[in-house]
């Protein structure tokens, strides 16, 4: 969805045409009313172009593009503040206010997942409709009065050209019709390879001891501010397991190909904001044994599907895609699928937050 939307919104803003007369906050004025209305032609005048729907939306991908960037755009409002003028060139301040995408792309991730695998098995499900559902599925979120919103403060650039100001438009702009979305993923990638970067020497603990994670072990999800707090996990129990009943797509057992081990996990949220025990825990467990060798977590790996929210919907618990609030407590599961000669040695790691485990 980023680079859908992103391309197509840079492409209608990067066309040219022209304009006459009006100083550069009401060209400014101009330009986001055509925007929000999605009369594309209207903005390519202030923008500096022509031809947007013939040579930008002709396709059915593009078709599908635009109705979500007419989402988007219809959300928008703005307010025009100082303006700066210097010869031919000019900065007007806008405090733009939209549909931040980021939040709404990590809801949808969480809630998407289970269901695209779903449909991966179902007979009567063709791409296209799984296509068609995921698009309407973002234009509902879009759409919702309740839907989450940003704000950014943007330097709208202007240039003159044959006695006319024009828009000029850059990714700071484009970062505010679209959310913030590429600069709050920057911002993810940094705090990402912060949190991946340093590794603390492993402490180990025992079945049903607590331990405590500092949000800077944590990785934070889409669109998450600077994590402050901590949490409190407990790996409960553990078991093997020669198949888990598949608890969504109605399929019946899931088989290893060598044998399941079902790791039962709680994790109190004493962060600033909710946390989403699948990608901010389990993605960063491994099990390795006597040899040195390590296993991921078995989810979407074969034909296993959401195997650890199966595992633990059937033990009573929440699936770890859900989120923890802050102040609340969640017990989850994670599953491994190891070989039938993994005996010896086996432990549970999560190395940036420190942490050894054994299992026997």
């Known amino acids: 969805m980023r680079k859908l939307v992103g391309a197509l919104l840079l492409s209608l803003l990067l066309t040219a045409g022209c304009s006459s007369g009006p100083p550069p906050e009401k060209v400014t004025r101009d330009f986001f009313d055509a925007m929000i209305r999605s009369d594309f032609e209207t903005a390519a005048k202030f923008a500096g172009g022509a031809n947007i729907k013939e040579d930008v939306l002709k396709t059915t991908e593009d078709e599908q593009s635009e109705r979500l960037a007419k989402s988007i755009l219809a959300r928008i409002t703005y307010e025009v503040g100082d303006k700066k003028v210097e010869g031919n060139k000019a900065e007007v301040s806008v405090k733009v206010t939209a549909p931040d995408l980021l939040r709404i792309t990590s809801k949808a991730m969480s809630e998407l997942l289970p269901m695209a695998f779903a449909m991966a098995f179902s007979e009567n499900q063709s ?69 991946e970067g340093a590794v603390l020497p492993l402490t180990d603990r025992a079945i049903g001891e607590p331990f405590t994670v500092p949000a800077s072990k944590l990785n934070p999800t889409i669109g998450q501010p600077d994590l402050t707090g901590d949490i409190k996990v407990t790996v409960e129990e553990y078991e093997f397991s020669a198949s888990i009943r598949d608890a969504f797509t109605g399929r019946g057992t899931i088989e290893p190909r060598g044998r399941f081990l079902v790791i039962y996990y709680s994790v109190a949220n004493d962060l600033n904001v909710e946390m989403q025990p699948a990608t901010q825990i389990s993605d960063y467990l491994y099990i390795t044994d006597a040899q040195g060798r390590r296993w991921k977590k078995a989810d979407y790996t074969a034909d296993y599907g959401g195997v650890s929210g199966s595992a633990a919907v059937a033990k009573g618990h929440r699936q770890p895609e859900e989120f923890v609030q802050p102040g609340f407590k969640n017990t989850t599961a994670v599953v491994f699928d190891l070989p039938q000669d993994a005996t010896d040695g086996l432990a549970l790691v999560w190395e940036h937050a420190g942490i050894r485990i054994a299992l026997q």
């Open 127 to 195: 791409q296209e409709k799984t296509d068609a559902l995921f698009q309407q599925y973002f234009e509902n979120a879009i759409n919702d009065p309740n839907a989450p919103m940003t704000t950014s403060d943007v330097k709208v650039k202007l240039e003159k050209k044959d006695g006319s100001w024009i828009v000029k438009p850059d990714d700071e702009l484009l970062n505010a019709l679209t959310g913030n979305m590429t600069k709050a993923f920057d911002e993810l990638d940094n705090k990402a390879g912060k949190a």
